[in-house]
């Protein structure tokens, strides 16, 4: 029987939900615009609706953990979190790199290595590179901001054979490459996260609801007091 996960993902500008496992498979995304903690709770609504589940009825609640925007990871967290606590159920976090990774290595042969990274604003990308290792993916790269420059010499480094993830087409004139590129797996969405999720849950990898939190990169973007005082001092 297949997992009956619901899947919520909101690291990116456009939010999604989707539910496998009952008598078919839906995603629902958020249009362009729509404010993710606005339009979230009916977009899960409408999907267990049109897949004929119920939140009861659930294996797990998987969630993207990121990394992506600071205010998208903490709504699908939390989220993730309420129902897990209401519903008694696990939750399942799925790292967004590596399902745009999964889902772009998916027909390729084993061994296969890329390079992901997508769009993290103020001319920086989230990136990390895997290797298919037969069915799961081995990460070569810690998960890490890069400067949209600096992604061909990673990409040279780990001699990978093709790049994935909206940077490409974002920083298309810092990062010109002849490095195979996969384009239309711009992001994570919720659908994606889900063959990593069951795998996940397999190996019992699942968490309680207090124990799940996003994967904040790029923890602050200012500053902090103390911060700003040591740095004074220290350039005295």
Known sequence: MSLR?????????????AVSGFEQD????????EKHTEVILGMIESALKTAQGTLGNL??????????????LRVACGIAQGLGW????????VENLYAIADRALKNQENGTKILVSVDARMSE????????????????????LLKPEDLITVAQK????????????????????SIQWI????????????????????????????????????????MTIDERKKASSEAK
């Open 183 to 222: 384009s239309d797996i711009p992001v994570a969405d919720a659908s994606m996260l889900i063959p990593r999720a069951t795998q996940l849950y397999k190996e019992n990898k699942t968490l309680r609801a207090e124990e799940a939190s996003p994967i904040y990169i790029r923890n602050h973007v200012a």
């Open 158 to 177: 780990h001699q990978v054979h093709c790049v994935v993830g909206n940077a490409f087409e974002v920083y298309s004139v810092e990062i010109p490459s």
């Open 125 to 144: 990308c989230y990136s990390a590179v895997y290797e298919k290792d037969g069915t799961q993916l081995r990460q070569l790269s810690d998960t890490t």
């Open 59 to 72: 294996d797990a609640i998987v969630f993207g953990a990121g990394p992506g925007a600071f205010t998208g």
């Open 86 to 93: 209401a519903l008694e159920k696990p939750l399942i976090a």
């Open 26 to 33: 839906f995603q629902v995304i958020s249009k362009p615009g």
């Open 5 to 17: 996960v619901l899947s919520i993902d909101s690291a990116s500008t456009l939010c999604s939900v």
